[in-house]
């Protein structure tokens, strides 16, 4: 895995991670396919007022000519509901690009403090395998939650004892 973390030397602008959770070991297979159907994701607590900059997955393995989709939402927690979708953004993806950090793009989205935000990652063509990892029994602070569902439109499940390996990244 690429330990450097972010490289911002193309857009000139002062940059900070916000929320990340780069303990990874495990992966977690994307595709909407006869073979895989699943698509993932993570909800994430904002503290600070942000204009979000970029998230960043870590693919491990993905077939030929795969393309990824995100989108990034507004969240209920305590109905565990997503809400309002604020932005979409898709990348292809190819062998080259595993094993290091895959930024999408959010030109600046407003995140505001004490609220929920996640994101969804699907799989529309190929397969793609995204690193994940496993909170440790009372780990303290970790205000995450992973959510895995068999397409993006269903409800899924949320779980917050895995994440995936991922930044939120911010522009001052």
Request: charged share 20%; proline share 2%.
């Amino acid at each position: 895995m690429n330990k450097q973390v972010l490289d911002y030397s193309t857009s000139g602008r002062e940059q900070k991670i916000l929320i990340s959770e780069e303990h990874d070991g495990m992966i977690i297979w994307l595709g909407n396919n006869e073979i895989i159907r699943k698509s993932a994701g993570q909800i994430f607590y904002n503290v600070t007022d942000a204009q979000i900059e970029s998230v960043a997955v870590l693919p491990q393995m993905a077939s030929p000519g795969s393309k990824l989709i995100m989108e990034l939402h507004q969240f209920d927690a305590t109905q565990k509901k997503w809400g309002e979708k604020i932005a979409v953004t898709e990348k292809m993806v190819q062998s080259a690009d595993c094993e290091e950090w895959l930024f999408f793009g959010f030109n600046k989205q407003v995140l505001h403090p004490a609220n929920w935000y996640g994101f969804k990652l699907s799989c529309i063509e190929g397969q793609v395998a995204i690193a994940e990892g496993m909170h440790k029994h009372g780990e303290p602070g970790k205000k995450s939650i992973q959510w895995t569902a068999n397409t993006v439109h269903d409800a899924g499940h949320f779980h917050h004892d895995f994440h995936l390996a991922y930044m939120v990244a911010s522009a001052a």
